[in-house]
């Protein structure tokens, strides 16, 4: 079945470090990738999106491609601020045709940046 | 910018005690989700919800959990006999076509 797995945390940075979060996926078909991120007390919020191989998304400084031969959609941002710091999601949603467009996420990824 | 709502944020019950959390999606979306986080797992599907009925449910939601629409506002999710494993935070979310889907803050469900 679909599945998401991505780096596990927490991933503790320092203010203008470079950022990678890793994202792998096992998916049928051509799934659409998104990177969801949750700041304390809030909800889930879209930060970026891919709808198929090669394409790039990107939002706020982070960017992340969807790499269709290593099932990657890694999370990149070149300067991390303290604004960041966050919970990152990684998920899909299969494009099978089926009606409910569910998304399957990963298990999240806590990221804690110090000034 | 309108967004999700959920209610409670935090709710506390005894083991076997009914529980209703609620949410009030976006008025202009059509579909209608929950999801919930264990702590330390993975975000779960739980059911979708489109035209007053469910269009798909994951093995998670068994006869204990329904969901309802009963004003064309809120949506609800019902667990009938709460067990200590349905301690998680439950997210509602909605969508409109085939658009992104919005999240709620959650509502964190801890069962004693």
């Known amino acids: 079945g679909n599945s998401v797995t991505q780096m596990e945390g927490p991933v503790t940075l320092s203010e203008e470090a470079f950022l990678t979060i890793n994202c792998t996926y096992t998916?049928?078909?051509?799934?659409?990738l998104f990177w969801y991120v949750q700041y304390p007390g809030e909800g889930l919020q879209l930060l970026l999106k891919a709808t198929k191989a090669d394409d790039k998304g990107s939002n706020k400084g982070f960017e992340a491609t969807y790499r269709k031969e290593t099932t990657s959609f890694h999370l990149e941002k070149g300067s991390v601020q303290v604004s960041d710091s966050a919970v990152y999601f990684c998920?899909?949603?299969?494009?099978?045709?089926?009606?409910?467009?569910?998304?399957?996420f990963g298990t999240g990824t806590l990221l804690a940046v110090q000034p | 910018e309108p967004e999700v709502t959920q209610t409670p944020s935090h709710q506390v019950t005894q083991m076997g005690q009914e529980v209703i959390l609620r949410c009030v999606p976006i008025?202009?979306?059509?579909?209608f989700y929950w999801y919930r986080q264990i702590l330390g797992q993975k975000v779960e599907f739980l059911v979708s919800f489109y035209n007053n009925e469910i269009s798909e449910k994951s093995e998670i939601f068994d006869d204990q959990f329904s969901v309802e629409r009963p004003d064309g506002s809120n949506f609800t999710l019902k667990i009938r006999s709460t067990k200590l494993e349905d301690s998680a935070m439950y997210f509602c979310?909605?969508?409109?076509?085939?658009?992104?889907?919005?999240f709620g803050p959650g509502t964190r469900l801890l069962v004693l």
């Open positions: 998920a899909l949603r299969s494009n099978d045709g089926g009606a409910t467009n569910k998304l399957i």
């Open positions: 998916a049928t078909g051509y799934p659409s």
């Open positions: 008025s202009n979306h059509l579909y």
């Open positions: 979310a909605g969508r409109k076509g085939q658009e992104t889907q919005y």
